[in-house]
């Protein structure tokens, strides 16, 4: 059975704020995901231990989203990064496959640019 989508932004989340720094920006972006994760867990029936496929995919989810914020940490506190710190920003969007909501590939577009 395949896994369920990732979790994708709500219709009504607003767009990154252009005065954001990219740092900032890709940071709030994976709060927010990591924010519509905890409430979607705790509001969720009580499920039978190890037998909910969707639960579990959640808290997988939710455990992908704490390890990127805590590389893009990573990255950002990295003075000695041989490209630069945007480099490694950019580096790091590319490859997080939790950009994949129109907010994010939005993220992903004004980083390049």
Request: net charge negative.
């Amino acid at each position: 059975m395949p896994s369920p989508p990732l979790l994708h932004s709500a219709p009504d989340q607003p767009r990154p704020d252009r005065t954001q720094s990219p740092w900032d920006a890709l940071q709030a972006h994976l709060s927010g995901i990591k924010r519509r994760l905890q409430d979607e867990i705790e509001r969720y029936p009580a499920p039978i231990p190890a037998c909910d496929a969707q639960f579990n995919f959640l808290l997988e989810q939710r455990g992908a989203v704490a390890q990127a914020l805590q590389r893009l940490e990573a990255i950002r506190a990295e003075p000695s990064a041989p490209a630069g710190p945007l480099q490694g920003l950019l580096d790091f969007a590319a490859s997080c496959e939790l950009l994949t909501d129109d907010a994010g590939r939005a993220l992903l577009t004004r980083l390049r640019h």
